[in-house]
């Protein structure tokens, strides 16, 4: 019985993931900003975004905005660098960007130690 609910409950949080198609379709082009900034990715091209359907740019980038401002929190970039994610570069220019890339390169460094 508890590996059935445990099953369920799986299933109903897969069922619950909203992917970029989706929410494109709802319109909510500020959610997929804040995703891709979020998780530290470049910031995509008008054109790239039309794939998914007719395009709000100013809340895409006001989303992304924010979401590469909490991606870019300094006191959070070594973990992300010590789990293997490669930093595309999104913080350059910021306020605290080149403390945030030494911290990263701290994880990264060890990241690739652990690996060899």
Same mark, same amino acid.
């Given at each position: ?15 619950c ?11 909510n082009w500020?959610?997929?900003? #804040?995703?891709d *900034?979020?998780a530290?990715? &470049?910031?995509?091209s /008008?054109?790239?975004?039309? =794939?998914l ?7 895409y980038?006001q ?22 994610? #490669?930093?595309e *570069?999104?913080?350059?220019? &910021?306020?605290?960007? /080149?403390?945030?890339?030494? =911290? ?13």
């Amino acid at each position: 019985m508890k590996k059935w609910i445990a099953l369920m409950c799986v299933l109903f949080l897969f069922g619950c993931s909203v992917t970029d198609v989706d929410l494109a379709k709802e319109g909510n082009w500020y959610q997929i900003g #804040y995703n891709d *900034g979020i998780a530290g990715l &470049l910031q995509r091209s /008008n054109s790239a975004l039309s =794939e998914l359907g007719i395009v709000n740019q100013s809340e895409y980038d006001q989303g992304y905005i924010d979401g590469v401002d909490k991606y870019c929190n300094p006191n959070f970039a070594y973990q992300i660098g010590l789990s293997g994610q #490669y930093y595309e *570069g999104v913080c350059n220019g &910021l306020k605290n960007g /080149n403390k945030f890339r030494m =911290e990263w390169k701290r994880g990264w460094e060890q990241y690739n130690r652990g690996r060899m």
